[in-house]
């Protein structure tokens, strides 16, 4: 059965849509833990990060550092922090998401964003790209 994620790619289940290519898509994430949050993941279903082939690997640390300086001009803040979690959804995904304080890196009980603010948020890292 198809992932959540290769789902939202296929466009059965709605997304806001930062970046896509062959081999992956940038993606806002719908539980943000601050606007500007997003996922990184590769079209290809792994669970493991760590089954990646290294050209996947690689090419997902150049868009995660790409789209980072994006979420920096977009979302002024101190750092965009990177996490490999994988437990939510057996499909390897890289969370971005700006960062001021320790306490904004938190992964439970984030609340569903809206999605006119994902979208807002989405497109302001597309036009920080640009």
Same mark, same amino acid.
């Given at each position: 059965m198809a992932s959540v994620f290769t789902r939202i790619m296929q466009g059965e289940i709605p997304g806001h849509f930062v970046h896509e290519d062959d081999? /992956? #898509?940038v993606i806002m994430t719908i539980q943000p833990m601050k606007p500007g949050h997003v996922l990184v993941i590769p079209r290809e279903e792994i669970d493991h990060w760590d089954d990646l082939p290294a050209d996947l %690997?690689?090419?997902?640390? !150049? #868009?995660? +550092?790409? &789209? %980072?300086?994006?979420? +920096?001009? !977009?979302?002024? /803040? =101190?750092? &965009? *922090?990177?996490?490999? &979690? *994988?437990? =939510?959804v057996p499909h390897v995904h890289i969370h971005l998401t700006p960062l001021d304080a320790m306490e904004d890196l938190r992964v439970l009980g984030l609340d569903m964003a809206p999605a006119e603010k994902l979208a807002? !948020? !989405?497109? +302001?890292i597309r036009a920080a790209l640009a």
């Open positions: 081999q /992956c #898509v %690997t690689a090419h997902l640390m !150049a #868009v995660s +550092k790409r &789209v %980072t300086r994006a979420i +920096k001009r !977009a979302f002024p /803040c =101190e750092r &965009v *922090g990177l996490l490999i &979690v *994988g437990l =939510e807002a !948020a !989405a497109e +302001k």
